[in-house]
């Protein structure tokens, strides 16, 4: 939270996408896709801060919005790719200006709605 931010690609590799499970899967309502950003970590290293650091963010085409919920799913296979925390921060800019960092303004931060190991697929809410 906090720091400035740099496009992923997709790659196997640290600060990327997996290739099979890109940023367009994060929001598609479908819990049978994945989006999967390996972080400071890369598809080859599995440990409890695998994922940190990662995220994406979402330009609405009708302007401001006001968040009233948001829900995160386990996938339906590794647990170790379940996220447990996360933090929500909203921000009125565009283009290049999303990638700096005291542009975004927290608004949560904490559990995902579920603890670690949750029945495969389900959804928590916040």
Same mark, same amino acid.
């Given at each position: 939270?906090?720091?400035?931010?740099?496009a992923s690609?997709? +790659?196997?590799?640290? *600060?990327n996408?997996?290739?099979?499970?890109g940023?367009?899967? !994060?929001? #598609?309502?479908?819990?049978? &896709?994945t989006?999967?950003?390996?972080?400071?970590?890369?598809a080859?290293?599995?440990?409890?801060?695998?994922?940190?650091?990662?995220?994406?963010?979402v330009?609405?085409?009708?302007?401001? +919005?006001?968040?009233? *919920?948001?829900?995160?799913?386990?996938?339906?296979?590794n647990? !170790?790719? #379940?996220?447990?925390?996360? &933090?929500?921060?909203?921000?009125?800019a565009?283009?290049?200006?999303?990638?700096?960092?005291?542009?975004?303004?927290?608004?949560?931060?904490?559990?995902?709605?579920?603890?670690?190991?949750p029945?495969?697929?389900?959804?928590g809410?916040?």
């Amino acid at each position: 939270m906090g720091g400035n931010s740099a496009a992923s690609t997709l +790659s196997y590799r640290s *600060g990327n996408y997996d290739p099979r499970d890109g940023p367009n899967n !994060a929001c #598609d309502n479908n819990t049978l &896709t994945t989006y999967t950003n390996y972080g400071t970590y890369s598809a080859n290293s599995v440990t409890e801060r695998c994922g940190t650091q990662t995220g994406f963010y979402v330009t609405l085409k009708r302007g401001s +919005s006001v968040v009233k *919920g948001l829900q995160f799913c386990a996938e339906d296979v590794n647990v !170790a790719r #379940d996220p447990i925390l996360i &933090t929500l921060e909203g921000n009125n800019a565009i283009g290049a200006n999303l990638t700096v960092g005291r542009n975004w303004i927290p608004i949560y931060s904490g559990s995902i709605g579920f603890e670690y190991g949750p029945p495969r697929l389900s959804c928590g809410l916040i």
